[in-house]
């Protein structure tokens, strides 16, 4: 790299944001994101993360796809390292991995320790203006790491912080630690409630900004007549909830069907399931998909089953669709922030199949009644555009580099 590009880049922000991997799920892609937003701003911009998983959000400003040819090398764990090549600067987002090489491996608690070792030794690394970590352990690793080395760290609490740090000892080193910290992401107001006095001075609400896909002009012709769902099938999603609402709803709509996109452990309990309510031949699992809003943007209802939740991406891009949707009114009130019950969309307690099969019917019975509130719902596109957004992470980042 030469001395003029290097100096140009001694006087950008330089911003780490770390997380377990770039895996398909609600925090990655809100990560991806900031990532490609702070980069497109001019900032320099370092993604660690622990592994590399299988499926990942693509990065389009990526360095790691310029790399040399024959680059990167895939380690014995999995994880890549990425050499850049001599001679040549690789602009563009970095990518740093912190998983231990099987010969950095001491045991369990030798394994803890060398894990902090090497994490602290990356932020000496990088020496970075900031530092943003997502999700329970890895907000506590951050902090952890980063003591006494001057760097602001921030962390984000993504999901409902009584399930993100169910675990009593995360729970009191999140709850201790967290008051040192730079800043404190939540997405609701709830989430707030769960912290002290003193984290709460820290804590600042930040919502999940949509995805561009998601902006566009309302479909206008008949909607299908199928429900749809958007997420892992996973215990804490609850698509049997879904299943069971479902089959109490369409007896008099018979046409109607469920498509649940998304993969997961609890696949074959929801086939199971389908088959035992007898409405396997309506019910679909494709599995994961790209381009969500394509498939889903002429759906007649959009259902949200989940016990916990925290600002939840698929209620937010189907209500920017117009779709009208359906929520458990889950903690810690994502769903509630979003859907004014009754007028742009319907929220149903947590777990009731019977209100969910009365919400279903409600919207299959009076399709007028549906798209009002469709309508209505597609607001969001305003209120939580990625430009609106993305600036109030800008404007709070800035002001903790400042200091």
């Known amino acids: 790299m030469n001395s003029t590009k290097s100096n140009m880049d ?10 377990g991997s770039l895996q398909k799920g609600g925090a990655e892609h809100v990560m991806v994101n ?4 702070f980069h497109l701003q001019g900032y320099r911009v370092t993604m660690v993360t622990t592994y590399l998983a299988q499926a990942e959000y693509p990065v389009a400003h990526a360095a790691w796809k310029e790399a040399a040819e024959g680059m990167p090398v895939l380690r014995p764990d999995g994880s890549m390292a990425f050499i850049e090549p001599e001679g040549r600067s690789v602009t563009g987002i970095h990518r ?5 090489m099987p010969e950095e491996m001491k045991g369990r608690a030798g394994n803890f320790l060398a894990r902090c070792n090497k994490l602290r030794s990356i932020w000496i690394g990088l020496n970075p203006d900031l530092i943003l970590s997502f999700s329970g352990k890895n907000n ?3 902090m952890l790491t980063s003591y006494g080395l001057g760097i602001p760290v921030v962390v984000s609490v993504r999901s409902n912080p009584s399930r993100e740090y169910q675990d009593r000892f995360l729970r009191m080193a999140a709850l201790s630690t967290f008051r040192h910290a730079a800043g404190v992401v939540l997405q609701t107001e709830q989430a707030k409630q769960f912290f002290s006095g003193r984290i709460q001075e820290r804590s600042v609400i930040l919502p999940n900004s949509l995805q561009p896909d998601f902006i566009r002009p309302l479909y206008e012709g008949v909607r299908e007549k199928t429900v749809v769902s958007v997420g892992s099938l996973d215990r804490n999603k609850n698509h049997a909830l879904l299943l069971k609402a479902f089959a109490e709803a369409t007896g008099a709509h018979p046409d109607y069907r469920v498509i649940i996109y998304g993969e ?5 309990e929801l086939t199971e399931l389908a088959q035992k309510l007898g409405i396997q031949d309506r019910v679909e699992l494709p599995g994961l998909i790209g381009e969500v809003a394509d498939h889903i943007e002429k759906a007649g209802i959009f259902v949200l089953s989940s016990d916990q939740e925290g600002m939840p991406n698929a209620l937010l891009e189907a209500m ?5 949707s359906i929520s458990t009114d889950c903690p810690c009130g994502g769903p509630k922030d979003l859907i004014e019950d009754g007028v742009n969309g319907l929220l149903t307690p947590v777990g009731d ?3 969910m099969s009365q919400c279903l019917i409600r ?7 549906a798209r009002a509130m469709g309508q209505k719902a597609a607001m969001v596109q305003q209120k939580y555009h990625p430009d609106r957004i993305n600036a109030q992470w800008k404007e709070f980042f800035d002001r903790i580099m400042s200091r």
């Not at 900031?34 to 937003?37: F, G, K, N, P």
């Not at 740093?96 to 231990?100: E, G, H, K, P, R």
């Not at 919207?363 to 009644?369: A, Q, R």
């Open 34 to 37: 900031l990532a490609e937003y």
């Open 10 to 19: 001694k006087n950008r922000k330089h911003i780490v944001m770390y997380i």
């Open 264 to 268: 997961g452990k609890c696949r074959t």
């Open 96 to 100: 740093v991995f912190s998983a231990l």
């Open 363 to 369: 919207l299959m019975d009076n399709p007028g009644e």
């Open 140 to 142: 506590v690793m951050a």
């Open 320 to 324: 920017a669709l117009g779709i009208p």
């Open 353 to 355: 199949v019977h209100r």
